[in-house]
């Protein structure tokens, strides 16, 4: 049974408060979703300010075009900072996801860290290699250009 890891990081030239509002948004995870993987949010209340507890189902497509609840609940959130989603139903046997911000010269660092391990075993672990994790990639590099195009492209020279 394979534990994998996906670290991302991207710079937002944007004020901190600006972009905590924005990622701790239920109803804004579409707009940094791919639409192929028709992500729709079917749990209400998701206009709300998100609280620890806070549970969040959605319909996705992420293979095959087939479509699968995922359930997911906000186990902590330290604002401003960091907040936690674990999947509770879903296509993982595992899922954490920690979203991490920092206060950097000339805006934000976003960092995000996604521990999960497929479902099947070995046939998961197979799935991963040849699937997941490029999916799980391209999700991620999807979400850099829809955050780029709200908040800009970092500019700065590192």
């Known amino acids: ?35 192929s993987m028709g992500f729709e949010i079917t749990s209400g209340g998701n206009n709300q300010e998100m609280y620890e507890g806070m549970i969040i189902s959605y319909r996705v497509r992420p293979i095959l075009n087939i479509n699968t609840t995922w359930v997911t609940e906000i186990t902590h959130i330290k604002p401003q900072t960091y907040f936690i989603d674990e999947q509770r139903v879903g296509p993982y046997k595992m899922w954490h996801h920690e979203h991490q911000l920092e206060k950097i010269e000339g805006g934000v660092l976003m960092t995000d860290i996604v521990s999960y391990q497929p479902p099947f075993g070995w046939i998961g672990n197979l799935a991963n290699t040849l699937i997941i994790r490029k999916k799980l990639q391209a999700i991620f590099d999807y979400r850099t250009l829809a955050l780029e195009e709200i908040f800009g492209k970092w500019e700065k020279s590192d």
């Open 1 to 35: 049974m394979g534990f994998y890891q996906v670290i991302r990081t991207q710079k937002i030239p944007a004020d901190l408060d600006m972009v905590w509002d924005f990622i701790s948004a239920p109803e804004n995870l579409k707009k940094i979703t791919p639409a």
